[in-house]
């Protein structure tokens, strides 16, 4: 996730439009029984798993900034080579910044011989200059290979009608955010020229955070005042208006998993009005007419190590993570309709 937005002097009437006219969501998770035959194979596995691929990404590989390009290639190498494992079929989107190449790795599971429904769970590679980016962004990247791996091991041969690609970018934080060379605005803007379907992009942005302390939990005005939880020991789930439907599916989903509280937040505008929200690499999507979401531990309104050289993998909660790829396993197989 990119650097904080500072506010405009139109914040407060921002706020205020937010809150009186759209009355944007706040709900917790209702604890729920899990439904037979949804979760993970093993959660323990699952949480291990998560360890090593962000020691690889953190300690082994390191730093993964645009100052540092081989570090970006021995990373899409590894999460190319993950799913070659795998045998997932996956090709690398390639284009050149400055005076080097990267690429995003687009992996493909077909869960059916014509699938109706298409997703995209995406995530970010790359690491902000200066740190080895545990939570920002190894957390997402470990969830989304476990999360691809729980698909395959569970769903390989059946008939579940749907699509789901999973789509690593290496450019999100500055210099490249926001410019023509963020990999999922180039993504998101080629999807549109082809016609792409996809049914909902899910970007996983920092997921590996929590912190337990009254008041460890921040956020910005006004949800300060909207009665969202002052510990940080959920995930949250952020669409804008034309998302409302995947945020809700989401949502539901999510609440099945009694091991992971879940919130969620339904902006207007495509979230120009609370800006923090649009940080990551489902904000292109939107901009382009998709319907996507951010999965998100909330970055610098939790982590204290946000973009700063302590944002190490002792920081981070592997067994929340691996509930997360629990809940995403639980969200595809509701949206599949083979409960």
């Given at each position: 996730?990119?650097?904080?937005?500072?506010?405009?002097?139109?914040?407060?009437?921002?706020?205020?439009?937010?809150?009186?006219?759209?009355?944007?969501?706040?709900?917790?998770?209702?604890?729920?029984?899990?439904?037979?035959?949804?979760?993970?194979?093993?959660?323990?596995?699952?949480?291990?798993?998560?360890?090593?691929?962000?020691?690889?990404?953190?300690?082994?590989?390191?730093?993964?900034?645009?100052?540092?390009?081989e570090n970006l290639e021995?990373?899409?190498?590894?999460?190319?080579?993950?799913?070659?494992?795998?045998?997932?079929?996956?090709?690398?989107?390639?284009?050149?910044?400055?005076?080097?190449?990267?690429?995003?790795?687009?992996?493909?599971?077909?869960?059916?011989?014509?699938?109706?429904?298409?997703?995209?769970?995406?995530?970010?590679?790359?690491?902000?200059?200066?740190?080895?980016?545990?939570?920002?962004?190894?957390?997402?990247?470990?969830?989304?290979?476990?999360?691809?791996?729980?698909?395959?091991?569970?769903?390989?041969?059946?008939?579940?009608?749907?699509?789901?690609?999973?789509?690593?970018?290496?450019?999100?934080?500055?210099?490249?955010?926001?410019?023509?060379?963020?990999?999922?605005?180039?993504?998101?803007?080629?999807?549109?020229?082809?016609?792409?379907?996809?049914?909902?992009?899910?970007?996983?942005?920092?997921?590996?955070?929590?912190?337990?302390?009254?008041?460890?939990?921040?956020?910005?005005?006004?949800?300060?005042?909207?009665?969202?939880?002052?510990?940080?020991?959920?995930?949250?789930?952020?669409?804008?208006?034309?998302?409302?439907?995947?945020?809700?599916?989401?949502?539901?989903?999510?609440?099945?998993?009694?091991?992971?509280?879940?919130?969620?937040?339904?902006?207007?505008?495509?979230?120009?009005?609370?800006?923090?929200?649009?940080?990551?690499?489902?904000?292109?999507?939107?901009?382009?007419?998709?319907?996507?979401?951010?999965?998100?531990?909330?970055?610098?309104?939790?982590?204290?190590?946000?973009?700063?050289?302590?944002?190490?993998?002792?920081?981070?909660?592997?067994?929340?993570?691996?509930?997360?790829v629990k809940s995403?396993?639980?969200?595809?197989?509701?949206?599949?309709?083979?409960?």
């Open positions: 996730m990119t650097g904080r937005i500072v506010g405009s002097r139109f914040a407060l009437l921002s706020a205020a439009l937010l809150v009186v006219c759209f009355g944007m969501s706040c709900e917790q998770q209702q604890s729920k029984s899990g439904e037979k035959g949804m979760g993970i194979s093993d959660v323990d596995k699952t949480t291990e798993r998560l360890r090593e691929h962000v020691k690889h990404l953190t300690v082994t590989i390191g730093e993964r900034s645009v100052g540092v390009p021995k990373t899409a190498s590894y999460i190319e080579s993950f799913y070659q494992d795998l045998e997932i079929d996956c090709h690398r989107d390639s284009y050149t910044y400055n005076n080097f190449s990267v690429a995003s790795i687009v992996a493909a599971i077909d869960l059916g011989m014509n699938p109706t429904k298409h997703y995209l769970l995406g995530a970010h590679y790359d690491s902000v200059w200066g740190t080895v980016g545990a939570d920002d962004n190894a957390s997402a990247i470990a969830v989304q290979l476990e999360t691809a791996r729980e698909l395959i091991f569970l769903f390989r041969g059946k008939d579940l009608g749907m699509g789901v690609k999973f789509v690593s970018f290496p450019l999100e934080e500055p210099p490249a955010f926001g410019t023509r060379y963020m990999a999922s605005k180039i993504y998101a803007k080629e999807a549109k020229k082809k016609n792409e379907q996809i049914d909902g992009m899910l970007c996983l942005e920092m997921v590996g955070f929590t912190c337990h302390q009254k008041g460890c939990q921040d956020y910005p005005f006004p949800l300060l005042f909207m009665g969202y939880p002052d510990e940080g020991n959920f995930i949250g789930i952020v669409g804008n208006l034309r998302s409302m439907g995947l945020t809700k599916s989401l949502y539901r989903a999510f609440q099945k998993n009694r091991d992971l509280p879940v919130v969620k937040l339904t902006v207007p505008f495509g979230g120009w009005l609370l800006p923090s929200v649009r940080l990551s690499d489902h904000a292109p999507f939107w901009d382009q007419g998709y319907k996507a979401v951010m999965i998100t531990d909330s970055a610098f309104y939790r982590n204290p190590h946000y973009h700063q050289p302590s944002d190490t993998m002792d920081k981070l909660n592997y067994k929340f993570m691996a509930q997360l995403l396993v639980m969200f595809f197989t509701q949206v599949s309709g083979k409960q």
